[in-house]
């Protein structure tokens, strides 16, 4: 994907997180797209660490029993 491809997404997000992106945005003269994409940026390491649905057993499946 070339640096300079500018897809449009919706998203959508809760009332109270959009309000706290519009006041970091505001703070620090940045557009709610920058705001999330270094969010995004900062974050993604953390997000990488949860696990996967897939990687949740489900409840007593291939879960040891009490000891």
């Not at 997180?17 to 920058?34: K, P, T």
């Not at 705001?35 to 696990?51: M, S, Y």
């Amino acid at each position: 994907m070339s640096a300079t491809d500018k897809r449009k997404q919706s998203l959508y997000f809760p009332e109270t997180m959009l309000q706290e992106i519009q006041r970091e945005a505001a703070r620090l003269d940045r557009s709610l797209s920058w705001i999330v994409q270094r969010c995004v940026k900062i974050g993604l390491a953390d997000i990488r660490r949860l696990p996967s649905v897939n990687d949740i057993p489900e409840e007593g499946e291939n879960t040891p029993g009490p000891t």
